[in-house]
């Protein structure tokens, strides 16, 4: 197979391999969102080619600029300069009249748009779906909160972490009898901005053929539940309320990490087929035989002694040793990297799975790479995260507002806190 991957980018500049306009381009969306979802999911759309205008308060803007620490030079967090690439930042009082009026210009241009304020926050300001639409019936508006917009959670403060318990992901994350423990990723924060994608594009198709947009609720609660799939089938198939497990599978062993002679490193044999290999490969043909371990069910059950078996013929090598005979055997294996070692691996930099981006204080910044590839139209790296209203007066010159109407609206508190 030919390889098709982008090449690895080090500048703003569209990618060689581009043949064709980025697919969202001529797409504006407006991202009035803040901390990880929201900005997320705008980042994603732009990567793709969107105008993605950010509307943030004036005096501090998005808080994750100065809340996330691991500071830099500037004024924003290293986390900040990960969430907001190829997007502008125009700075907005939504609580004034002369900022609403400038807001609601731009939503006149806009195809989507995007918030995650507390249910009702919008509304109350007169920004909400209903009233926008009035004036853009073409209008994607998509709300993030952290229980969606109706329910009695509704009102709650929406947080990864809340979301993750009240779910019950937590409730299956860590080891049996540990106290509990979170994912250690934001899974309901990104999962929650993936389905955003997933129903903002979704929507933008419908609006092809019927010409009027829609809105969408978009909780973290809700996708957090439906990563649920193999922990509420035990419950719905069998009546156990599921358990943590730690790093294995409940639906297949062995299937975890196990330890060698230096550490740990992870391995599989979820079906039938690739446990008798295992067994022929460690030399160990009576574990085939012993009911304990004769089928998934029974080595589901019998799974702690299974490990233990294990683990005294992996104890005669190292970790790196196993990973190489397993892989080379054709059993899944891998090791434990940290993040470091995971991005400083030759296959991370192979996938382009970090870029540095040119900023005008930084220098040049770091950047998790684009998680999918496209082969003719590349996510392309053309801005770095804005500066807190660096794009303002831009905006509004597009917007036809000239330097005497701005003047006006910022005497009227349209731009200031």
Not at 106 to 128: C, F, Q, S, W
Not at 165 to 186: D, F, L
Not at 256 to 270: C, E, I, L, R, T
Not at 371 to 387: G, N
């Amino acid at each position: 197979m030919p390889d098709t991957l982008p090449p690895r980018s080090d500048a703003i500049a569209p990618d060689a391999q581009a043949t064709r306009a980025l697919p969202l381009s001529g797409i504006r969306v407006l991202d009035v969102t803040q901390v990880m979802a929201g900005p997320f999911a705008g980042m994603m759309l732009a990567d793709l080619g969107a105008d993605v205008i950010k509307v943030e308060p004036p005096g501090g803007g998005d808080q994750t600029r100065s809340a996330m620490g691991f500071k830099m030079k500037g004024p924003d967090s290293m986390g900040f300069l990960n969430l907001n690439r190829n997007k502008r930042s125009i700075a907005i009082n939504l609580k004034s009249e002369a900022g609403k009026a400038v807001f609601l210009k731009l939503v006149e241009t806009a195809d989507v748009l995007i918030e995650n304020y507390r249910p009702g926050v919008m509304k109350r300001l007169g920004l909400g779906y209903e009233d926008l639409r009035t004036i853009n019936p073409r209008l994607i508006y998509a709300s993030i909160s952290g229980f969606g917009q109706s329910g009695p959670w509704a009102m709650r403060p929406g947080f990864d972490l809340m979301a993750q318990a009240m779910s019950g992901v937590m409730s299956v994350t860590g080891h049996p009898g540990s106290p509990p423990v979170k994912a250690g990723v934001p899974v309901a924060d990104i999962g929650c901005a993936l389905f955003t994608l997933y129903a903002v594009l979704s929507a933008y198709i419908g609006r092809q053929k019927s010409g009027e947009g829609q809105y969408i609720d978009a909780a973290l609660f809700d996708a957090a539940m439906a990563f649920s799939i193999w922990d509420i089938s035990e419950y719905w198939g069998t009546g156990r309320i599921p358990q943590p497990v730690g790093t294995s599978n409940r639906m297949s062993a062995p299937y975890q990490a196990v330890k060698a002679s230096d550490g740990y490193f992870v391995m599989g044999a979820p079906s039938q087929k690739l446990w008798l290999k295992l067994c022929e490969m460690l030399e160990r043909p009576e574990l085939t035989t012993d009911p304990r371990f004769v089928d998934i069910p029974a080595r589901l059950a019998n799974r702690e002694v299974l490990i233990e078996e294990l683990e005294k013929t992996f104890a005669t090598k190292t970790a790196e040793e196993w990973v190489e005979t397993m892989l080379a055997a054709g059993l899944p294996a891998g090791r434990m990297n940290t993040y470091p070692e995971a991005f400083e691996s030759e296959h991370a930099q192979h996938r382009a799975m970090r870029m540095e981006v040119p900023h005008p204080i930084e220098g040049s910044v770091p950047n998790i790479g684009f998680p999918v590839k496209l082969s003719a139209t590349p996510q392309q790296l053309r801005r770095h995260a804005p500066l807190l209203g660096e794009h303002t007066e831009d905006l509004l010159a597009e917007l036809g507002i000239d330097a005497k109407a701005a003047e006006t609206l910022r005497q009227n508190g349209a731009f200031a806190a």
